[in-house]
């Protein structure tokens, strides 16, 4: 049975309850790190092959998401951008398709800290997760090629010993089945953060985000994740502010940089708007939602 580090479930608790852990060795997941310390993380976009534009951008954000769910990048084209600035400000985290063994392998054998995965409904798909995503004894991970161990382990790091504590497993739940086993799914030892897919929430269940049934399932899944000891986190940056959940809201795609940087202007679109076909609302808008009582 895979289980959280005692180290790490103390840091988190303490982080939800806004109480000092004590001190731990910083870690080189500096998005984990600021997680950990209950602060926002914020990442941008990579959804094409781009070494110049992804090593000036990966300089101003907490982390990359590399988009492989809805775009052609291909690992090696991902693997490239990752030796090309090795150790960006921002840590590289991929969106995969899926939960499969390979994909998981892959993405942790290039060098990403961390991993996103879609569409979770269920606590199968979650475990699949957390299963490939760390070694022994707390998952499955192999030992194998890539550049993962010359990149982070340097200065005297061990990669092997220390990666699955930099580790860092992201779960979407975008459906009115993943929200009704949002506690299970959270529940799954070696899944770090849950999100909302905001979105494509909104279009399974019918509901608009200005909805207050869109709102109740929003409200249950942070309750689920937080009641899992885990961390919450919405999709949509636009949650990260002037929401009844934002103060514990701590994981999104997009958003703004941490030192006023913009991103290139896009077709006329925000900087900092989620990719072509992830919005239904220009970025800039904020739903007029009830407040919770």
Not at 101 to 116: M, N, P
Not at 124 to 136: F, H, I, S
Not at 188 to 201: A, E, R, T
């Amino acid at each position: 049975m895979m289980r959280l580090s005692s180290t790490f479930r103390l840091i988190v608790s303490a982080a939800l309850l806004g109480v000092p852990a004590l001190a731990q060795p910083a870690l080189y997941n500096t998005a984990k790190q600021k997680l950990l310390e209950g602060k926002q993380v914020f990442s941008f976009t990579q959804a094409k092959f781009d070494i110049p534009g992804y090593c000036e951008a990966a300089k101003h954000f907490d982390y990359t998401w590399f988009e492989m769910q809805h775009s052609t990048l291909e690992f090696k084209d991902i693997e490239a951008m990752i030796a090309a600035c090795p150790h960006p400000r921002a840590t590289p985290m991929i969106r995969l398709p899926d939960a499969q063994e390979w994909h998981i392998q892959h993405a942790t054998d290039i060098g990403a800290l961390g991993i996103v995965v879609p569409t979770v409904d269920d606590v199968d798909r979650a475990r699949e997760a957390a299963k490939w995503a760390r070694y022994p004894p707390v998952a499955r991970r192999s030992s194998g090629m890539g550049q993962a161990r010359t990149i982070w382990g340097i200065n005297g790091i061990n990669y092997a010993t220390t990666i699955n504590d930099n580790m860092l497993v992201v779960v979407m739940i975008e459906t009115p089945t993943g929200v009704a086993n949002a506690y299970d799914i959270a529940s799954v030892p070696g899944i770090d953060v849950v999100i909302i897919g905001n979105n494509d929430l909104s279009v399974f269940s019918g509901f608009a985000q200005t909805d207050d049934r869109y709102q109740a399932m929003v409200t249950k899944i942070h309750d689920d994740t937080l009641r899992a000891g885990k961390i919450f986190g919405q999709a949509n940056a636009i949650y990260a502010t002037g929401h009844p959940l934002s103060k514990d809201a701590k994981f999104f795609q997009n958003g703004p940089s941490f030192d006023g940087w913009k991103l290139p202007a896009n077709g006329g679109r925000s900087p900092n708007a989620p990719p072509p076909g992830e919005e239904d609302k220009p970025a800039a808008t904020k739903p007029a939602v009830k407040k919770q009582p």
